[in-house]
């Protein structure tokens, strides 16, 4: 279920019932013939099939389109944020969800370059234990691998 589709007060009252959110996080920059929002795409398709799958329902929060990603910057079109300034974004946006009262929250990332975001996962879960957090680089699923 996507969030962006809905209101406040439905939002309000999906967490009567429910506590789970997702957060799909991509990044814009080049996939050689394929489009800039390649990784931003199929970590939202990822998060929204999986959060939807025998219709559970999850919650799921527009993807974060920009990432970490300077070694891409000589290709046109690339965004590429620092890491001082993503990391407290992701940060915020977990303390943002929490505070609602999205208590198990999914990441699910789809840019390898964004991996420094899940050093502030742990330091997060550290300051707020009942807010757990699960980090998932769907790329290196088992399903995923070469048979």
């Known amino acids: 279920m996507k969030i962006t589709g809905l209101n406040w007060m439905q ?8 506590d789970r959110a997702v957060l799909p996080l991509g990044s814009s920059e080049q996939h050689a013939y394929l489009s800039l929002g390649t990784d931003s795409i199929l ?9 939807c799958f025998a219709s559970i329902g999850v919650a799921v929060f527009p993807t974060v389109a920009y990432g970490i990603t300077p070694y891409f910057m000589a290709y046109p079109g690339t965004i590429s944020l620092r ?7 992701i940060h915020d946006i977990l303390a943002n969800l929490a505070q609602h009262g999205f208590t198990r929250i999914v990441i699910v990332n789809r840019h390898s370059g964004n991996a420094p975001a899940h050093s502030v996962c742990a330091e997060f ?3 707020h234990a009942n807010v757990p957090i699960k980090w998932h680089a769907w ?9």
């Open 43 to 51: 970590a939202e398709r990822v998060s929204v099939e999986a959060a």
């Open 83 to 89: 890491v001082s300034t993503y990391l407290p974004i």
């Open 125 to 127: 879960l550290r300051d």
């Open 139 to 147: 790329w290196n699923a088992p399903r995923v691998w070469p048979g």
């Open 11 to 18: 939002v309000e009252n999906y967490l009567k019932h429910d």
